[in-house]
């Protein structure tokens, strides 16, 4: 059997952060997460965890989305990234120019999400974990 | 350029110096928020101090200080006879910071039109110089800072959101220092080190612990510069009692109402003027002109419109200093009290080289 696809999802709200968690981690992803920029960027530089997606807000405080996808393109280029924005076009925008794999606009279909993730790793090559 | 360290101990102080040291080397550009004299211009030093960049320039430019057209030839430089005035090529900041940083304080004020031109700056990543049709290209670590709510100015139209989002990539935010009281004492102790050794000739006794929990305890509307300020004094004072009694009020907005400004009120200031405007004429005048020169050198001197503009200068600044004083040269505040604008406040500073303390 496939390892579970390890996503890593990033929210400043944690309500949303919470339903995302429930929602992946029931359909079989191994989901850590992070409350901002800040936090996903400590736990991917901590190297502990390896993760396939990302999938990320883009306004937040600190690192913002748009700061967090710029980094992780250069540092990590082999993680698939999909952004969600609700605070209009500019942010999502930026998270195009810093080569964000999906953007999407909040509110969003949670289902709509896995079928970006599966399209986009399918495409990929995701590593497995050893 | 001498850095000066970010000092403190506090959990919001140790999360400014972690994201400084996670982020200095990606570049990207920074959004630095806090009231006045919280330490904006240092948490920028300290990105560029740790950052690839140290081998270039960090170049300071306030857009709050100039007017527009001088903000814009400043930024981006001018050729030779782009205006009236513009007897020779000048290059501007942008090329000055290339590969450096350039740190653009009090981005909040920047007038909208050179908010357009900046944007354009950022996307493109070229510029071109006043009458110039050639563009640079340019490398530029744009780390900009603001004692405004941007958002706020968004709502008012008085900033761009498309820009704000691409300055907002970091956000680094200071909290006031009544915010983070454990950091008072690090400071404290940072501020008599640092002034004991540029003037070993003053000692002034450091607090006692009653003191210390009284200097916690205050507000400090001009956040640490305001402390490093009031340090300061008491290395020449060496009198607490008399260095909490120039402070503003500890329940904050009452010392002005209860103060008349003037200068008799302010020891700190030039005390000649007052007793002089009472009683003795002559020696009022020859504040302003030299009575001891010859009749015909003296008639010469003396012009109404001069004296006048000298006099009203005079008082100005002594007012102006008065109140930045009482505020901790919190300049927003002290404008709102003498009723100006912030950039009139700004630009009578300049005239009067007025310059807040200095680190």
Known sequence: ?130 | MTTTPLIGVSKSLLKIKELINHVANTCLNVLITGETGVGKEVVAQNLYEESPRTAHSFVKINCAALPETLLESELYGYEKGAFTGAHKKRPGKFQAAHKGVLFLDEIGDMPLSLQSKMLHVLQSGEFSPLGSDQDFKTDVWVIAATNHDLEQRIKQKQFREDLFYRLNIIKIDIPPLRERKEDIPALVEYYFRLYTSEYPNNQGSKPDPDTMERLCNYPWPGNVRQLQNCIKKQMVLNSWEKIFDEMPSEENHGIVSRTPPGPQSNPGLDNNVHPDFANDQTSLISQFVDLSTSSDKLFQDISLKKIKKKAADRVEKEVITFVLDKVGWNRSRAAKILKVSYKTLLYKMTEFELDPPSK
């Open chain 1, 1 to 130: 059997m496939a390892d579970p696809v390890r996503l890593l999802i990033v929210d400043d709200n944690e309500d949303i952060l919470s339903t995302f968690y429930e929602f992946f981690n029931s359909m079989g992803y191994a989901v850590k997460t992070a409350v901002d920029g800040f936090a996903a960027l400590k736990l991917l530089r901590e190297k502990t965890h390896d993760f396939d997606c990302l999938i990320t807000d883009l306004v937040m405080p600190n690192i913002s989305g748009v700061g967090l996808i710029s980094i992780v393109k250069k540092e990590y280029p082999d993680l698939k990234i999909i952004a969600m924005t609700g605070y209009g076009d500019q942010p999502g925008a930026l998270a195009s120019e810093a080569r964000a794999d999906v953007v999407l606009f909040k509110p969003v279909d949670l289902f709509k999400i896995e079928e970006k993730i599966i399209a986009l790793l399918d495409n990929g090559s995701p590593k497995k974990q050893e």
